[in-house]
């Protein structure tokens, strides 16, 4: 299919707001026209104007097998045309998705029991967050909420999960971190080590950190 490239990219422009973007310099084309994604294929996409890249991050992380396959392609087809969507609320469910809920438990290392869907890994973490809550609260423990995080990690853009990454541009001017989020050093040495500090004098300062960081906030309270 052929595309006006130009005409593309100025709806775009006028009316996609993109994530993780200087929205400013973006509408005011100082960083330049949109990468305009084609087509994909193993691990390459092709851009508009024809380039191939290799896509390192795999879509957004959720790519794995590759693009273009034609059995996930042929799948997604058949059941579109037999039940496009429906939820999992008030004891609903599918013939699919207990089978997959079935396999990946038995898949899942430890103890899982249980599957919960969600639609990426903001809304993962942002759910496991509220059941650990809700669980401590039916505990007796409503006091036990706070959540260590390690600064650089990443966990999410949404408001939990967002709190929860360790980067400050994620918390600027949108009231983050919750009070329940905590941060304790990236345990990285390039990142975090002092100078002359070896590796193992630097793992061993992080492990004492977060020791004394639990001790301060109270362990019941972890």
Same mark, same amino acid.
């Given at each position: 299919?052929?595309?006006?490239?130009?005409?593309?990219?100025?709806? $775009? /422009?006028?009316?996609?707001?993109? @994530?993780?973007?200087?929205? %400013?310099? +973006?509408?005011?084309?100082?960083?330049? =026209?949109?990468?305009?994604?084609?087509?994909?294929?193993?691990?390459?996409?092709?851009?508009?104007?024809?380039?191939?890249?290799?896509?390192?991050?795999?879509?957004?992380?959720?790519?794995?097998?590759?693009?273009?396959?034609?059995?996930?392609?042929?799948?997604?087809?058949?059941?579109?045309?037999?039940?496009?969507?429906?939820?999992?609320?008030?004891?609903?469910?599918?013939?699919?998705?207990?089978?997959?809920? $079935? /396999?990946?438990?038995?898949?899942? @290392?430890?103890?899982?029991? %249980?599957? +919960?869907?969600?639609?990426?890994?903001? =809304?993962?973490?942002?759910?496991?967050?509220?059941?650990?809550?809700?669980?401590?609260?039916?505990?007796?423990?409503?006091?036990?909420?706070?959540?260590?995080?390690?600064?650089?990690?990443?966990?999410?853009?949404?408001?939990?999960?967002?709190?929860?990454?360790?980067?400050?541009?994620?918390?600027?001017?949108?009231?983050?971190?919750?009070?329940?989020?905590?941060?304790?050093?990236?345990?990285?040495?390039?990142?975090?080590?002092?100078?002359?500090?070896?590796?193992?004098?630097?793992?061993?300062?992080?492990?004492?950190?977060?020791?004394?960081?639990?001790?301060?906030?109270?362990?019941?309270?972890?």
């Amino acid at each position: 299919m052929s595309i006006n490239i130009k005409d593309i990219g100025e709806k $775009d /422009r006028n009316s996609v707001l993109h @994530p993780f973007t200087q929205l %400013k310099d +973006f509408a005011t084309g100082k960083l330049g =026209d949109p990468t305009i994604v084609e087509t994909g294929k193993g691990i390459r996409i092709q851009d508009a104007n024809g380039n191939q890249l290799i896509d390192g991050f795999a879509g957004l992380y959720c790519v794995n097998v590759g693009y273009g396959r034609t059995e996930v392609a042929e799948a997604i087809s058949r059941q579109a045309f037999r039940l496009a969507y429906y939820h999992s609320y008030a004891a609903h469910t599918t013939d699919e998705l207990a089978i997959l809920s $079935d /396999r990946l438990v038995k898949m899942a @290392p430890g103890k899982m029991s %249980k599957v +919960f869907y969600g639609l990426s890994g903001s =809304d993962a973490n942002e759910t496991q967050a509220k059941l650990v809550w809700y669980y401590n609260n039916l505990r007796g423990k409503p006091t036990k909420k706070k959540i260590i995080s390690r600064e650089r990690g990443y966990h999410g853009c949404s408001v939990v999960s967002g709190s929860m990454t360790g980067m400050s541009f994620y918390h600027d001017h949108m009231d983050l971190q919750l009070p329940q989020i905590v941060h304790t050093g990236v345990p990285h040495h390039y990142w975090g080590a002092t100078p002359d500090e070896s590796e193992s004098e630097f793992s061993a300062r992080r492990a004492a950190e977060l020791d004394q960081l639990i001790e301060r906030l109270g362990p019941d309270n972890v």
